[in-house]
């Protein structure tokens, strides 16, 4: 019993902790999510449609390409191959979480189905306060940015049409957010020369590709310089 | 609408299909229970700082750089988050006080 109680003690110490950590993605979520379920209104879907898409796909930037799918002509191939393309990045993501999800039981396969670009970056580089798991501080990180994406998405379709605050500019929360993460990150000497490339990489790419097509060849570059470089990047 | 509800339930579950294949990925190719090849375990230590970095830039990808306000409100905001970061450390006052200064600027100044 008492073991117990120290387990609830401790999961909610994790909700505690997660909780202040997801409030730049809360806002983020709730400006881009409402933003995607009024596109999704205005293409002829209402909240239901609003509600299944958010809840399965969960893939921000792809479900705004999944808009413009939905009202061209059907081909179910094209968009698995568009969210295979479009989503690549998300490998990347995994195969640095690796180590870090390993022996998280019963939630590794909530962690790894909600990964998204913004739970990764909070997850990569924040670690759990002392006395809260490593599990179940993820676990809500994981949990929470998933519930702001639906009521936002929710929200947006639902009532987006009567919003009369001018939220222009609220979504640079997330650039603002992994900006901050960027120099969290870096404040170890040891990433520094990781995160230059990485910036450096896809800027360059996106000079060449447009903003577009940049982002494939982008990870390629990336991939190849880190790999290249792997000697000198582990001194 | 222009599918039919079920082609365009279809074309949702390809979608998630398609997210959670690039999710799943690199858990399938290296699971768990056993360890992952040395360079694997490296790109698992310098991909976060490098995709934070690909990320930062990938916000930046439909800024006009040449035309416009010549992405002036985007990098004295993102100017402002360093700075503020910088300054105190606090993540949620780094992005509050940059996301502030970046509407202002898009709404009132550069509008």
Same mark, same amino acid.
């Given at each position: 019993?008492?073991?117990?109680?120290?387990? =609830?003690?401790?999961?909610?110490?994790?909700?505690?902790?997660?909780?202040p950590?997801?409030?730049?993605?809360m806002?983020?979520?709730?400006?881009?999510?409402?933003?995607?379920?009024? !596109? !999704?209104?205005t293409?002829?879907?209402?909240i239901?449609? %609003?509600?299944?898409? @958010?809840?399965?796909?969960y $893939?921000? @930037?792809?479900?705004?390409?999944? =808009? @413009?799918?939905?009202?061209?002509?059907?081909?179910?191939?094209?968009?698995l191959?568009?969210?295979?393309?479009?989503?690549?990045?998300?490998?990347?993501?995994?195969? %640095?979480?690796?180590?870090?999800?390993?022996?998280?039981?019963?939630?590794?396969?909530?962690?790894? $189905?909600? &990964?998204?670009?913004?739970?990764?970056?909070l997850?990569?580089? !924040?670690?759990?306060?002392e006395?809260?798991?490593?599990?179940?501080?993820?676990f809500?990180?994981?949990?929470l940015?998933?519930l702001?994406?639906?009521?936002? $998405?929710?929200?947006?379709?639902?009532?987006?049409?009567?919003?009369?605050?001018?939220?222009?500019?609220?979504?640079f929360?997330?650039?603002?957010?992994?900006?901050?993460?960027? &120099?969290e990150?870096?404040?170890?000497?040891?990433n520094?020369?990781?995160?230059?490339?990485?910036?450096?990489?896809?800027?360059?790419?996106?000079?060449?590709?447009?903003?577009d097509?940049?982002?494939i060849?982008?990870?390629?570059?990336?991939l190849?310089?880190?790999?290249?470089?792997?000697?000198? &990047?582990?001194? | 609408?222009?599918?039919?509800? +079920?082609? /365009?339930?279809?074309t949702?579950?390809?979608?998630?299909? #398609?997210?959670?294949?690039?999710?799943?990925?690199?858990?399938?190719?290296?699971?768990?229970?056993?360890?992952?090849?040395? +360079?694997?375990?490296?790109?698992?230590?310098?991909?976060?700082? *490098?995709?934070?970095g690909?990320?930062?830039?990938?916000?930046?990808?439909? +800024?006009?750089?040449?035309? #416009?306000?010549?992405?002036?409100?985007?990098?004295l905001?993102s *100017? *402002? +988050?360093? #700075?503020?970061?910088?300054?105190?450390?606090n993540?949620l006052?780094?992005? /509050? #006080?940059?996301?502030?200064?970046?509407?202002?600027?898009?709404?009132?100044v550069?509008?």
């Amino acid at each position: 019993m008492e073991e117990h109680e120290t387990i =609830v003690k401790n999961r909610s110490a994790a909700l505690r902790a997660a909780f202040p950590a997801t409030i730049p993605v809360m806002t983020g979520y709730l400006c881009l999510g409402a933003a995607f379920g009024i !596109l !999704l209104r205005t293409a002829g879907y209402g909240i239901g449609w %609003s509600i299944a898409m @958010s809840m399965i796909c969960y $893939c921000g @930037s792809m479900q705004f390409v999944g =808009v @413009s799918l939905l009202t061209a002509a059907f081909d179910p191939f094209q968009a698995l191959l568009m969210s295979v393309m479009v989503n690549a990045r998300h490998a990347f993501y995994g195969l %640095s979480m690796l180590e870090k999800y390993r022996g998280t039981g019963p939630v590794r396969p909530v962690l790894i $189905c909600t &990964l998204t670009d913004e739970t990764f970056s909070l997850v990569s580089t !924040l670690e759990p306060p002392e006395g809260v798991a490593r599990r179940d501080f993820y676990f809500w990180i994981s949990l929470l940015d998933y519930l702001y994406w639906q009521v936002g $998405c929710t929200l947006g379709n639902a009532v987006g049409g009567l919003l009369t605050f001018d939220t222009t500019g609220l979504d640079f929360t997330l650039t603002a957010l992994f900006i901050v993460l960027l &120099l969290e990150q870096v404040k170890k000497k040891e990433n520094r020369a990781a995160g230059i490339i990485g910036m450096v990489c896809t800027a360059a790419s996106l000079a060449v590709f447009g903003p577009d097509n940049f982002l494939i060849p982008a990870m390629i570059l990336l991939l190849a310089v880190l790999l290249g470089g792997r000697k000198k &990047l582990c001194k | 609408m222009q599918m039919t509800s +079920v082609q /365009a339930l279809i074309t949702i579950l390809a979608i998630a299909v #398609g997210t959670q294949f690039t999710r799943w990925l690199p858990f399938w190719l290296f699971p768990e229970k056993k360890d992952p090849p040395a +360079v694997v375990l490296y790109l698992g230590k310098v991909l976060p700082p *490098a995709m934070m970095g690909l990320l930062t830039v990938y916000c930046f990808k439909n +800024v006009s750089w040449l035309s #416009g306000t010549h992405g002036a409100p985007e990098l004295l905001a993102s *100017a *402002a +988050v360093v #700075g503020l970061h910088l300054w105190k450390r606090n993540v949620l006052f780094s992005i /509050a #006080g940059g996301t502030a200064l970046y509407m202002v600027l898009v709404q009132a100044v550069f509008a």
